[in-house]
């Protein structure tokens, strides 16, 4: 792998869930900002106390139930999801999930967190609404790791909304810290890049059969 490469996938993994700088109070956030329309992805940013926020909006070839089953599928994540070395489930609920991750990526320590995601549905005219929204919760998981970073601030949400029998409009947001040292240049280059990839990947998976046999 040539080294802007190796620095694209160090960022996706600081954006996807990145260790926070520290226990500010957190101010309003700021007004959504258009940042860029490609590979089917609209992504935009705002501004936060630690951070900023990202908020990505696509299409995915498949329905509302089929989406939010890959989604759910988290015992996979290692099988698909971008640089997730490790994923467990340490608890399910009837409207949550506890899991433990580590991500895992070049020229960067590995990051681990443990989060708890709940999940809501309702209808709606072509299927359902599905919306899962997570936050750490990393009482509840391990404990720390020798050379492995803890996240501290990672939350987000994925919102999928049916646009036909079988496509999906989804709208993921995410909000997390990668720290002061990356020029603002390369890690806004990164963090785009590294969405687009979350969202090929689920785009990818949505076709596995062994979905369609669960709905």
């Given at each position: ?10 960022l ?23 940042i860029?329309d490609?590979?089917?992805v609209?992504l935009y ?23 939010h ?8 994540y ?20 506890v ?21 809501s549905?309702?209808?709606?005219e072509?299927?359902k ?6 936050e ?39 909000y ?8 603002a ?23 596995d059969?062994?979905?369609a046999?669960?709905?």
């Amino acid at each position: 792998m040539s080294w802007p490469r190796r620095v694209v996938a160090a960022l996706l993994v600081l954006e996807l869930c990145a260790n926070a700088r520290g226990a500010e109070p957190e101010a309003s956030p700021g007004e959504w900002k258009f940042i860029s329309d490609k590979d089917g992805v609209a992504l935009y940013r705002r501004q936060r106390t630690a951070s900023y926020e990202s908020k990505a909006i696509g299409e995915i070839p498949a329905s509302t139930d089929l989406a939010h089953a890959v989604l759910d599928d988290v015992e996979s994540y290692t099988s698909f999801m971008p640089y997730t070395a490790e994923c467990r489930v340490l608890k399910r609920d009837a409207d949550s999930v506890v899991a433990y991750q580590r991500i895992s990526a070049p020229l960067t320590s590995d990051r681990d967190y443990t989060v708890r995601v709940r999940s809501s549905s309702k209808p709606a005219e072509a299927g359902k609404v599905f919306l899962s929204r997570w936050e750490a919760e990393n009482a509840l998981g391990p404990p720390e790791k020798s050379g492995v970073v803890r996240v501290k601030l990672c939350e987000g949400s994925w919102l999928l909304e049916p646009t036909g029998p079988n496509t999906t409009r989804a709208t993921y947001m995410v909000y997390t810290d990668s720290g002061g040292l990356i020029p603002a240049f390369i890690k806004n280059t990164g963090s785009q890049i590294g969405i687009r990839k979350l969202f090929a990947a689920i785009r990818k998976q949505v076709r596995d059969p062994k979905y369609a046999k669960k709905n």
